[in-house]
């Protein structure tokens, strides 16, 4: 999760670390990056990191993990 983090933000995205437990306790390391208003805007911030970063990148809403 850090070394993701680490290239989005030299990619200059703003990049989070989120760590959460799923309902079988396991540890989930989360990389997320930005908040847009729109789907259309996430999933075209999507294409900018796939393009200029090679990371493949899933639009999720902000309230789900």
């Known amino acids: 999760a850090e070394e ?9 995205f703003d990049a989070q670390i989120l760590v959460l437990k799923d ?7 989360l990389v997320r990056y930005g908040q847009y208003a729109s789907s259309s805007e996430a999933k075209q911030a999507a294409a900018t990191i796939r ?7 899933v639009v999720r809403p902000a309230n789900k993990w």
Request: charged share 35%; hydrophobic share 30%.
């Open 51 to 57: 393009e200029k970063l090679g990371i493949e990148a």
């Open 4 to 12: 993701m983090k680490t290239k989005l933000t030299e990619g200059d």
């Open 23 to 29: 309902p079988q306790n396991r540890l989930w390391h």
